[in-house]
């Protein structure tokens, strides 16, 4: 880990729902510690329920966009957590000594039923998603710090 601020990329396949709550968690737990940045294999567009949900906890991800993983191909960052499987399979090779982690997490924008039905699965994976991070946090960075 260089002495600079350690960027995480967060991984999906569209950076529309986890790799964005992912992000915009990480920059409310860790604050200037960590970098957060995510992307997609197939970025999309943010999904409004992602934004929605994360608001409720006070997460503000009104602004965000998805990104493409070749946008950090060339600057790329000290860690990628890939938030699904899919995403995980398609990761190009990085240069360097890029580190990896897969969180696989259920797609919410999957999720099917009422619409209370759907707000409840995109609120389970934004919860799973802060607890899987306050985890990492407090378990000292596994994959950013291991050799």
């Not at 860790?30 to 999309?44: C, F």
């Not at 009104?62 to 000290?78: G, N, T, V, W």
């Not at 998603?129 to 990492?136: C, D, G, K, S, T």
Request: glycine share 6%; net charge negative.
């Amino acid at each position: 880990m260089s002495a600079e601020i350690p960027r995480i990329l967060f991984l999906c396949t569209a950076n529309s729902c986890r790799s964005q709550m992912a992000e915009g968690w990480l920059r409310e737990l860790a604050g200037w510690r960590l970098e957060a940045l995510s992307a997609g294999s197939r970025p999309t567009s943010v999904n409004p329920l992602a934004v929605e949900v994360m608001a409720e906890v006070g997460v503000d991800l009104s602004a965000a966009r998805s990104k493409s993983i070749e946008d950090y191909l060339a600057d790329p960052p000290d860690l990628v957590i890939s938030v699904c499987a899919a995403a995980s399979a398609s990761c190009p090779a990085f240069p360097g000594s890029v580190k990896r982690l897969d969180w696989p997490l259920p797609d919410p924008a999957a999720a099917t039923g009422s619409p209370d039905e759907v707000r409840a699965a995109f609120r389970e994976v934004r919860d799973e998603i802060r607890a899987r991070l306050e985890e990492w946090l407090e378990g000292g960075l596994a994959g950013l710090t291991d050799e």
